[in-house]
C-alpha cells in the first residue's frame, strides 16, 4: 500500500481550552520534521472559517494527500472538517480529527508537561493512521425497515418505541423472563418524582399498543451473522415451564428464595411475576422449584430456536450495580454499610419507616 506522503498537521488553541494547559507549539515542533508531513501549523480556533480556509489553502498550495486535525471532540466538528477537506478537492476520509482537548488537557490540567506529551503522542498516531489511510466513498444500501435491539431495559425499550414510530418492525430481546431491566429497581427518579416502576409501566403500556414491536423475553442470543442492511440472528427462547395463573396459585408455592429484584431484602416464591411485569405471564425459577405441581406446571416445555433478520442490530445490554469487595468501605464488615441500589430499594419497600437490620 502507498503510503500519504504529503499530511498537513493543524494543532488548536480552542481559544485557550486546550493551549491553558497543551504547549500547543510544542506539539507542533514534535510532529513538523516527522516523515510524511509536509507542513505543521497551530492557530487559535481551527474551526472557525479563517481556520477551515487555512486548511483549504494548504491542501492546495502544499499539495497534501492527508489531513490530521487535533482540537476538541471529533463528536463537535469532525464533519466540519471533513466538509473542508472536501471542498479543497480532498477526500474527505483522509482526514483524522483526533481530540486533545478533553483527551489531554482537560482531564490532566493539573499536569501540563504530561498533558502536552499524550497530545504529541494522540497526534503521532493520527499521522501514522492517516499515512495508511485509503480514499473511501460512502455508499447507499436499500435497507428493510427492520431492527432487532437487543436489551429490554428503559434505553431498548425506548429506542424499540421510537423505531417504530418512525414505521420500523422491531424484533426486541430481554435475556430476562420480564422487560424492564434496572429501572424498575429505583425509587423515585427527579425531576418527575416517579417511581423507576411507573416510569417503565408507561413504556410497557406504549409497546402493548404497538403492532410493530415483537418482544422475547428469556431469550438469549445463540449465533448472528451478516452485515449491516443483513443480519441474520438466531434465538434461544427458554421456557416459562407454566401459562398464565392467578397470584392465588402462586402463593400456593412452597418454595421461597431470596429475591434478586430486591437484592436479597424479601423473598419470592419459585413461581413468580412482577408488578410491572411484561409479558403478564409468571415464570419457574427452575433451579428452585421443587415440582410439587401446585401451579399446573408444563415441565416438557422446551427451549424454541427462532431466526431473525434486521437491518441493523441496536446493542442496549445494560449494566451491573458495583458490588465492593468484602471489606471495601466495611462492606460485609460492618452491618450498617449497604450500597446505593441496596438503598433504593430499602426506600421502595419502607412505609414510612426506614429500617435495615433492625
Known amino acids: ?7 498537513g498537521v493543524y494543532v488548536c488553541h ?11 507549539k510544542k506539539v507542533v515542533e514534535a510532529v513538523k520534521d516527522l516523515p510524511n508531513v509536509a507542513i505543521a501549523r497551530d492557530f487559535v480556533f481551527m474551526c472557525s472559517e479563517a481556520g477551515q480556509e487555512l486548511i483549504k489553502e494548504d491542501i492546495k498550495n502544499f499539495n497534501l494527500d492527508g489531513v490530521v486535525v487535533a482540537s476538541c471532540s471529533p463528536h463537535l466538528h469532525e464533519k466540519t472538517f471533513r466538509d473542508a477537506a472536501k471542498a479543497a478537492g480532498l477526500n474527505p476520509y483522509l482526514l483524522e480529527h483526533v481530540c486533545i482537548r478533553e483527551h489531554s488537557s482537560w482531564v490532566h490540567s493539573d499536569q501540563p508537561e504530561a498533558a502536552t506529551q499524550k497530545a504529541i503522542w494522540i497526534v503521532k498516531a493520527a499521522i501514522a493512521k492517516v499515512s495508511l489511510a485509503r480514499e473511501l466513498e460512502p455508499i447507499r444500501l436499500d435497507m428493510k425497515p427492520e431492527a432487532i435491539v437487543v436489551g429490554g431495559g428503559i434505553a431498548g425499550m425506548r429506542c424499540a418505541i421510537d423505531l417504530a414510530k418512525a414505521g420500523v418492525t422491531v424484533h426486541l430481546i430481554e435475556k430476562s423472563p420480564f422487560l424492564g431491566g ?5 425509587y423515585k427518579l427527579y425531576p418527575s418524582g416517579k417511581t423507576g416502576i411507573e416510569i417503565v409501566k408507561e413504556l410497557i403500556e406504549e409497546i402493548k399498543r404497538s403492532p410493530n414491536i415483537k418482544v422475547y423475553t428469556n431469550a438469549e442470543i445463540v449465533a448472528a451473522e451478516g452485515a449491516l442492511g443483513e443480519f441474520k440472528v438466531t434465538i434461544k427462547v427458554n421456557p416459562r415451564y407454566v401459562g398464565k395463573v392467578s397470584d392465588e396459585v402462586i402463593a400456593k408455592c412452597p418454595v421461597e428464595v431470596p429475591d434478586e429484584f430486591n437484592y436479597g431484602l424479601t423473598k419470592r416464591k419459585a413461581i413468580y411475576r412482577r ?14 422449584c421443587t415440582k410439587c405441581g401446585e401451579c399446573n406446571p408444563d415441565f416438557d416445555q422446551k427451549p424454541q430456536t427462532i431466526e431473525l ?3 441493523l442490530i441496536i446493542l442496549a445490554t445494560g449494566f451491573k450495580p458495583y458490588e465492593p469487595k468484602e471489606g471495601e468501605f466495611g462492606y460485609k464488615v460492618y452491618d450498617g454499610v449497604i450500597t446505593l441500589p441496596v438503598f433504593e ?9 426506614l429500617e435495615y437490620n433492625g
Open 1 to 7: 500500500m502507498k503510503e500519504r506522503e504529503r499530511i
Open 14 to 24: 480552542c481559544g485557550g481550552n486546550i493551549s491553558d494547559y497543551v504547549d500547543v
Open 182 to 186: 434496572r429501572v424498575p429497581q429505583i
Open 275 to 288: 408488578d410491572f411485569s411484561y409479558p403478564d405471564i409468571p415464570v419457574i425459577d427452575i433451579e428452585a
Open 309 to 311: 433478520t434486521g437491518s
Open 345 to 353: 430499594r430499602l426506600l421502595a419497600l419502607s412505609d414510612g419507616k
